[in-house]
């Protein structure tokens, strides 16, 4: 429960006899009292719930109309919308100013992992998480031959997450940045590596445009500068429970750092060897990816890899009509028939890499929360739909 209040004003305008018209709208949304869990020490208790946190809204809504080109023959309107609008935590409870939250789409895999956070002054929807920096190579070590074993040079970071169930720091696992410079990669080296809230979105189309018998009409929708949390693309880059788990096509063994000499089928351990098979030595293009292989049980990781650009454009819909002149209509007893298609959801212009960038899922257990938005995991993509009909008028 909380306490709304609302505050907006807008101005209208038209010009050239209203063939442009439209409106600019600012609004200041403020929600007080709003429950929230904080920690507290108690006997017996853990946590409480109070009403204690605040969120405002506020920014500004333009709308635009015209009608364009009137003829005989032609006729074209188009209208156009944007808003811009800046979320923001005012207060969380007295002597906190932020917390941590669970998305939950790996379920128990997560292992308690807080992937979110909620900062006083920050909007709601940041994503708490490491830093990628490629992978480990074998310049990193010193290999002892005698026993196979590297260790990690002066200066180069090594892994303790997890109790270092990712493993002791080796060639091609995921390599993280030491952000504090403690020489250690832990849950103090994480930060804030992505705002799911976009900048601005919006939407435009024409929708009258007519020629002659035809009439047609399309509609988009635009969101830039939101941030996508690509679950899939963590989960589906582990092979950790069998060697016969599916994984996306940009971790194929082209991509991917690997252990095995593929002529010979043997594990190669010797680090002149290794170089030369994945790290870009001589001929040999360096491979991209980590290996799958390298993390442990399940260990499921925020980091700004798997946190990508959610903007795109989307052609929302696509209508093409066509009315019988009424010569002919006059045959079927009707005064107008008009046939049209309309197509829904044509194309998606992004540059995310997951199905579709219009996501907000934490969805295996069938829960989502307000608190940690813009997570994509098993979300079913929007479909292309294609409709026929008719339109008649008696």
């Given at each position: ?100 939250f669970n998305s939950g789409w790996a379920g128990t895999d997560s292992k ?283």
């Open positions: 429960m909380g306490d709304h209040h609302n505050s907006q004003f807008g101005i209208g305008l038209g010009l050239f006899n209203e063939k442009l018209n439209g409106t600019v709208e600012y609004y200041w949304d403020t929600a007080k009292d709003l429950l929230i869990t904080r920690s507290i020490v108690a006997p017996g208790y853990t946590s409480t719930v109070q009403n204690t946190a605040q969120t405002s809204n506020k920014g500004v809504e333009i709308t635009l109309n015209g009608s364009l080109v009137r003829r005989r023959n032609f006729q074209l309107d188009a209208n156009f919308n944007i808003g811009f609008n800046h979320n923001s935590v005012d207060k969380i409870a007295n002597g906190q100013s932020s917390l941590s308690g992992q807080d992937d979110y956070r909620i900062i006083k002054g920050q909007p709601v929807g940041i994503v708490y998480g490491w830093v990628t920096d490629g992978y480990y190579k074998t310049t990193d070590f010193d290999y002892n031959a005698s026993t196979q074993t590297y260790t990690p040079k002066s200066g180069v970071p090594t892994c303790g997450l997890y109790g270092g169930s990712l493993g002791n720091a080796y060639p091609g696992i995921m390599k993280l940045k030491d952000l504090n410079k403690d020489g250690v990669v832990d849950s103090n080296d994480r930060q804030v590596i992505g705002k799911t809230n976009p900048k601005f979105t919006g939407g435009f189309g024409f929708d009258g445009i007519l020629f002659r018998d035809f009439d047609f009409s399309m509609m988009f929708s635009f969101v830039y500068g939101n941030k996508v949390y690509n679950a899939n693309k963590i989960a589906s880059s582990q092979d950790y429970r069998t060697t016969y788990t599916n994984l996306l096509s940009f971790m194929s063994l082209n991509n991917r750092y690997t252990y095995f000499d593929q002529s010979t089928g043997q594990r190669v351990y010797d680090p002149t060897l290794l170089a030369q098979m994945n790290e870009g030595t001589g001929t040999t293009k360096a491979k991209q990816y980590w290996s799958p292989w390298t993390f442990g049980n399940a260990v499921v990781m925020p980091t700004s890899w798997a946190i990508e650009d959610g903007s795109f454009l989307r052609m929302q819909t696509l209508t093409v009509g066509y009315t019988l002149p009424a010569t002919l209509t006059r045959r079927f007893g009707c005064s107008r028939l008009r046939f049209y298609c309309t197509a829904n959801n044509l194309f998606c212009l992004t540059g995310y890499s997951g199905y579709d960038p219009e996501v907000s899922t934490a969805v295996r257990n069938g829960s989502y929360s307000v608190l940690t938005p813009g997570v994509d995991y098993s979300s079913y993509p929007k479909s292309l739909s294609i409709t026929l009909g008719a339109n008649i008028t008696f």
